[in-house]
């Protein structure tokens, strides 16, 4: 039983393009994330919502654009692909507890978006 | 400035022998959580193990156990008896209380090869 779900796995499609992974959870978090993992194997946040509501947004160009229906689902869409765009992207899921007593986050396999 | 850093790009340990990876980390949140993920060759993100910043004892489990020395502020990982299936990138990441534990600071990463 997947805890944390996105599609598609893998995206290939070409520069100006504009496209959309998804992302649902089904452990009843009310927090999810999404970040970029670099060719680097850098992980950095992108964006945090909370009960539907953004919480972080980390100097993410505006091309790209999160959107969360409900607390189960967040979405990624990026408009005009760029080749920088190029990485894997990851959401993931959390409970909504005070930082000290822990809690641990919940990826999803991950996309690997290829803009060429 | 680097909030967390990874000094060991990549380790080789011999199979069944014990490996530390190294984490040091800077924040002066007094409320802060510490965590360690594997991401094997397959892509996914998989927690291993936590420490709050109020934890007066090393957080263990399974095989992994923490070595946290708040006044070095460092947080290294141990694995012991080291398993083939051990190799992987290993990730240190931290929360701070004051970002309400919703962004999560990754370091650059250890690759670990484990020898048989």
């Known amino acids: 039983d997947t805890a944390v779900s996105q599609t598609p796995k893998y995206l290939v499609t070409q520069m100006g393009n504009d496209k959309s992974i998804k992302c649902e959870q089904n452990l009843g978090h009310d927090t999810m994330y999404w970040y970029k993992q670099d060719s680097k194997k850098f992980l950095k946040i992108m964006f945090s919502y909370n009960n539907k509501e953004l919480i972080i947004n980390e100097t993410v160009p505006n091309r790209f654009s999160p959107k969360s229906p409900d607390k189960a689902h967040l979405n990624l869409h990026i408009n005009s692909l760029e080749l920088g765009d190029s990485a894997v992207y990851f959401c993931?899921?959390?409970?909504?507890?005070?930082?000290?007593?822990?809690?641990?986050?919940?990826f999803g396999p991950g996309t690997r978006l290829t803009v060429t | 400035a680097q909030k967390i850093t990874q000094t060991q790009p990549g380790m080789f340990v011999q199979e069944k022998e014990a490996v530390t990876l190294d984490c040091t980390y800077d924040?002066?949140?007094?409320?802060?959580?510490l965590f360690w993920y594997k991401q094997p060759s397959s892509g996914e993100m998989i927690f291993l193990i936590y420490?709050?910043?109020?934890?007066?004892q090393n957080a263990t489990e399974g095989r992994y156990s923490l070595n946290f020395q708040k006044a070095r502020k460092s947080a290294n990982l141990v694995i012991s008896a080291s398993q083939l299936g051990d190799s992987a990138m290993y990730f240190c990441a931290m929360r701070e209380g004051s970002t309400g534990g919703f962004k999560t600071i990754f370091g650059a990463g250890t690759r670990l090869f484990v020898k048989a």
């Open positions: 993931a899921s959390s409970e909504d507890r005070p930082v000290i007593n822990g809690y641990e986050q919940y």
């Open positions: 420490q709050g910043s109020y934890d007066q």
């Open positions: 924040t002066s949140d007094p409320s802060y959580g």
